[in-house]
């Protein structure tokens, strides 16, 4: 490695090596005694003295104190040169310090005593980034996410590999894998900016594309995150990419109620809202199509089903096979659909009319009214027509 990259290495890797060890536990009982009253010192073990100076030297490091963050790092590999995190957190030292030759000598030394500290491998995840390596920069990065769950630097380290059509093809091959902190990918924090959001999305879409889909259930959670957030498209792209069998079109799912009931914790399609007044029920049409039954038997009309939508402003009409007058719809924007009012048109008939207002969190409810009978509903359509 020549010295230019290796200054560049240098200033990522520390960056991102403060990130993560920012967030993570950084010393036990033992090494805060020794930290609080440093007279005890003497009487501690030799190992416990090292774990005391490295725990001194990651607080230095965090703490961007780069001559107490080398003294102690310098203790620690004095009292445990076998130790991995001794000649790692030497290395992180003379980065911070700028000494980028050194630094890397101190990883080279470091990366002889296995893949599971984390300061190496982002070391090393940055060399290999800059030198084109991908495939092994996706091994750096996954033997972090597999020894550290919930690594807090994650984003950052993974950007520069979900930014580039290259760095995602790489990281797809490993995903294919389904490693552990696959999970945790698809889990987006909610504090996540929406270009993280938006990366993800295209990494998962390509996985599919790639010829790996991880179903319904797998994705549910990424697609829910997105859907709570207002994130419609990111959530349609990946839903759709992997959870064969639910097409999505006209901005409405399942109209005619095929996958109701099979997956109650899909993001798609139609929710039942529970009520002792009402009952609703799937029934088999014969040849694979499917409609529901519906009873209200309380004095008012009952929110039954609901479903999220993506609509453009503009003026909709809805239609539904049902007998007329029995069912209405509402809209609600970052809120559950509120009772019907002002009704134009029907349902059952030539259509309701839905006016939709820019909304990024929009969602379609049906309403019963109520009767002593049970009516059956089906086939419900929505068309823009203005």
């Known amino acids: 490695m020549t010295r230019g990259p290796a200054v560049f290495v240098g200033r990522s890797a520390i960056t991102l090596f403060l990130l993560g060890l920012a967030g993570l536990a950084m010393a036990t009982g033992l090494d805060r005694m020794s930290l609080q009253a440093p007279a005890l010192a003497r009487f501690t073990p030799p ?175 990424f697609v829910t995150g997105a859907l709570e957030r207002g994130a419609r498209r990111q959530a349609e792209a990946v839903w759709t990419a992997h959870c064969s069998g639910s097409p999505l079109s006209g901005g409405l799912a399942d109209g005619g109620f095929e996958q109701f009931g099979n997956d109650a914790g899909a993001p798609f399609g139609w929710r039942a809202q529970p009520s002792g007044d009402v009952t609703l029920r799937t029934f088999d049409k014969g040849g694979g199509n499917h409609a529901l039954q519906l009873r209200n038997r309380s004095s008012v009309s009952r929110l039954v089903l609901r479903q999220s939508v993506a609509l453009e402003p503009g003026t909709y009409r809805l239609k539904g096979e049902v007998r007329p007058g029995r069912v209405a719809a509402s809209l609600g924007c970052e809120q559950a659909p509120g009772m019907p009012a002002g009704v134009v048109g029907d349902i059952g008939g030539e259509g309701q009319v839905l006016t939709v207002a820019a909304c990024s969190r929009l969602e379609l409810g049906l309403w019963l009214r109520p009767a002593p009978d049970e009516i059956e509903l089906d086939t419900v359509a929505l068309e823009k027509v203005g």
């Open 47 to 221: 190992a416990f003295r090292a774990e005391a100076s490295r725990s001194a030297a990651r607080l230095a490091l965090v703490r961007q104190q780069p001559e107490a963050a080398l003294a102690e790092a310098r203790e620690a590999v004095s009292a445990d040169p076998l130790h991995p995190a001794s000649t790692a957190l030497l290395g992180a030292a003379y980065l911070l310090d700028g000494g980028a030759p050194k630094a890397e000598a101190a990883f080279r030394v470091a990366a002889r005593f296995g893949w599971r500290e984390a300061a190496t491998q982002l070391y090393w995840y940055e060399a290999a980034l800059q030198s084109g390596d991908l495939p092994r920069a996706v091994d750096r990065a996954d033997a972090i996410l597999r020894t550290r769950p919930g690594f807090p630097a994650t984003v950052a380290m993974l950007e520069p590999l979900e930014r580039t059509p290259a760095g995602r093809a790489a990281l797809i091959v490993r995903m294919a894998d389904r490693p552990d902190w696959l999970r945790d990918y698809l889990r987006p924090d909610p504090a996540l900016d929406d270009e993280v959001l938006e990366r993800r999305s295209v990494v998962l879409t390509e996985l599919a594309t790639a010829g790996t889909s991880l179903g319904c259930e797998a994705v549910s959670p």
